[in-house]
């Protein structure tokens, strides 16, 4: 079965510095998505990042990165220059055969003026 | 910016009633998801459709939900009769096609259940 762990419930974060959020996923599939998406207070879930398994590159949006280590089933997301609307609730996602989505459990991002 | 539509919003009801929650996905999405998200905790699946069929409803708790989207497009999520343990954030999202690796799911800003 397909599990995604997030294990920090809740982080904090300087404005302007650099955090990293943890997930692990559980999978016996060699080709599949990860995702990051973003739930502000109150308002949608957005999606972040994506990563495509079968690419070794770690994907990258602009202030946020992904470290993909496929053979430790780790997906982590780091915020760098992280400003005041990061602050949301971050979800780890795993898609299997292209239309099941599996989410962790979320990590609060507070992030300090 | 086209965006997935849900209502209403909030809903507070007491035990046992009737509640019914109403999705309208962005426009040309063949894939409508409706999710169930507890307090502190990640979105679970309750159903997805694809167009107007229905192609998991495994976790959907058959004896009190229903859904359907009777013509591919708009769809509504009924619980009868209400439980307390059915307070939570009812979360609908779509997609573009179903079994293509787009991968996102927009999602709606959800209705929030409670039950008294």
């Known amino acids: 079965a397909q599990t995604v762990t997030q294990s920090q419930p809740e982080m904090s974060v300087q404005e302007a510095e650099t955090v990293t959020l943890s997930c692990t996923y559980d999978?016996?599939?060699?080709?599949?998505?990860l995702f990051w998406y973003k739930q502000p207070p109150s308002r949608q879930m957005i999606l972040v990042i994506r990563q495509e398994a079968y690419k070794q590159q770690n994907a990258t949006e602009n202030r946020f990165s992904v470290n993909f280590q496929k053979a430790a089933k780790s997906f982590s997301l780091k915020i760098s220059d992280s400003q005041l609307g990061d602050a949301a609730m971050y979800f780890c996602a795993y898609l299997y055969n292209f239309n099941k989505f599996y989410f962790g459990s979320g990590t609060k991002l507070n992030v300090k003026p | 910016e086209a965006e997935v539509a849900q209502s209403p919003r909030y809903k507070i009801t007491e035990k046992s009633q009737a509640v019914a929650f109403w999705c309208d996905p962005i426009s040309g999405h063949a894939t409508l998801y409706w999710y169930r998200q507890i307090l502190g905790q990640g979105p679970e699946l309750l159903v997805q459709?694809?167009?107007?069929?229905?192609?998991?409803d495994s976790q959907l708790p058959k004896d009190r939900f229903s859904a359907e989207r009777l013509k591919g497009v708009d769809s509504t999520l009924k619980i009868q009769p209400a439980e307390l343990g059915d307070s939570a954030m009812y979360l609908c999202?779509?997609?573009?096609?179903?079994?293509?690796?787009?991968?996102?799911?927009?999602f709606g800003e959800g209705s929030r259940l409670t039950v008294l």
């Open positions: 459709f694809q167009d107007e069929s229905v192609v998991d």
């Open positions: 999202a779509s997609s573009i096609n179903y079994g293509t690796p787009t991968g996102e799911l927009f």
């Open positions: 999978t016996s599939e060699s080709d599949y998505y």
